[in-house]
């Protein structure tokens, strides 16, 4: 072990750093590679680009999340979990290869759901392993905690090396082209455009992530004893109206739903603030380093003091940040634009996407971990996927939203997911109940 973790669950979150750090280049540049006019929008004249960026966006969770109950109950039927990991990293390694070929908006969308078919595959059966590998309660909280700091710090710093990699703007012909034409543009034949590159990056990501999983993890034993026989989710609890891990799973929606409104909205954001995609892509990625700080640290609070107290906290912290950042350009105008001698507002939305980071650092491992203490044997994937589940959807719909309530004002999508992390909130404060008892272990449900 390494600093108190499984190996097995560094590998495992080693392999997602790497495969994160391509799919979050992905997220950055395939609105700006749609906008730039290498894509074609022939036949689709009625639709802004923002709400045909958002269906792309979209499209990857939509598909990711309605194929996550099935793939995380298989894995746990079969009981071969790295199975299903390989064969993901291997579908989403070949659609990434295939962006540069394609030159039509709905090639883009084929592809991206093919990716969203190859998440499916690795999300869920990913947290079971990690559960799993986990001795004890005492450990679970951590070892999630751990997992997700190594994951996002590849989709936190994805979004920075992609903002470096395109700073042409979103003409065709504006695309910096980078030393890489010197090094390898004349084997291959052709110029290397920024575009290129980050795709490049997105399948290398891949190719590292299978690579480590190959060689490092293996299938627990027993995984497939005591699987469950339906897809059903448990919405009704036993003392309380709502189940908790159904609640926190709702939570977990709302969260990554007010996540992903950013990247839709990149265009309005950059004028309004009078700021360049660097910039953007640094505030995109604040959310996510903030979760690098914190997410061991709360992982491990969490088996110690219990995971309902994160939880509340971690929504309770989200509403205001959320809308905050509604308002950040009436609050730069009261500080005369500038904050410290710098532009405030880009300062302001920095400071606020990173007090959201923290909120979700809170929400983040001592939600999987709830979930985890509760799943019976052998049933981590179905478990889990409900939380994997529900952020993918709120990652499909966030995108949707932004690109709808952007026509209603800049602060619309901030504060339309402001009111649903207010809702989380009263939720959880109600219906979840502590899962650790006063000896760490996991607690008995309320019995009926």
Do not use: C, H
């Given at each position: ?57 979209s ?49 883009v ?55 470096l ?10 695309v910096?082209?980078?030393?890489l ?64 891990v ?29 700021q360049g ?30 995971r ?55 929400v ?58 207010a ?11 502590e ?14």
């Amino acid at each position: 072990m390494v600093l108190g973790t499984d190996n097995r669950v560094l590998a495992l979150a080693m392999a997602r750093l790497a495969d994160s750090l391509g799919n979050s280049f992905l997220i950055i540049v395939l609105p700006l590679y749609i906008a730039s006019g290498r894509i074609s929008l022939a036949g689709l004249d009625g639709f802004t680009t923002e709400l045909l960026i958002g269906v792309v966006l979209s499209l990857f969770g939509l598909l990711n999340s309605s194929l996550q109950p099935f793939t995380g109950r298989l894995s746990d039927r079969v009981g071969r979990r790295k199975a299903f990991i390989l064969v993901g990293l291997a579908v989403f390694g070949v659609a990434s290869a295939a962006y540069p070929f394609v030159s039509s908006y709905w090639s883009v969308l084929a592809v991206r759901a093919l990716q969203g078919v190859g998440a499916a595959l690795t999300i869920p059966v990913t947290l079971a392993l990690v559960n799993e590998y986990a001795a004890d309660a005492t450990q679970r909280g951590g070892n999630f905690g751990v997992f997700n700091t190594f994951r996002l710090i590849g989709f936190g710093f994805g979004p920075i090396v992609a903002g470096l990699l395109i700073t042409g703007g979103f003409g065709g012909e504006q695309v910096v082209t980078y030393v890489l034409t010197d090094a390898f543009g004349p084997l291959a034949g052709a110029r290397i455009s920024g575009f290129d590159a980050a795709f490049s990056i997105a399948v290398l990501g891949a190719v590292v992530s299978f690579a480590l999983v190959t060689i490092l993890v293996d299938d627990p034993e027993g995984t497939d004893a005591a699987a469950a026989d339906d897809l059903s989710i448990r919405v009704r609890g036993r003392d309380q109206l709502f189940d908790p891990v159904f609640v926190v799973g709702v939570g977990t929606f709302f969260m990554a739903t007010g996540i992903a409104i950013f990247a839709t909205i990149q265009e309005v954001v950059n004028t309004t603030l009078g700021q360049g995609p660097f910039l953007f892509s640094v505030q995109f990625a604040a959310v996510v380093i903030a979760n690098v700080l914190f997410q061991v640290p709360i992982g491990r609070a969490s088996d110690r003091f219990g995971r309902r107290p994160f939880l509340v906290a971690g929504f309770a912290l989200l509403v205001p940040s959320l809308a905050l950042q509604a308002y950040v350009p009436e609050l730069a105008t009261l500080l005369d634009g500038t904050l410290f001698g710098v532009s405030s507002g880009p300062l302001l939305m920095l400071l606020f996407r990173l007090l959201q980071g923290v909120s979700v650092a809170l929400v983040f491992a001592p939600g999987l971990a709830l979930a985890g203490d509760l799943a019976g044997r052998g049933q981590s994937g179905t478990t889990l996927s409900v939380l994997t589940t529900a952020f993918g959807f709120g990652v499909a719909v966030g995108p949707l939203i932004s690109g709808y309530a952007i026509r209603f004002g800049f602060a619309a999508p901030f504060l339309v997911t402001a009111v649903l992390a207010a809702l989380a909130l009263v939720l959880t404060y109600s219906q979840v109940w502590e899962t650790l008892d006063a000896d760490r272990a996991p607690a008995p449900a309320p019995q009926d």
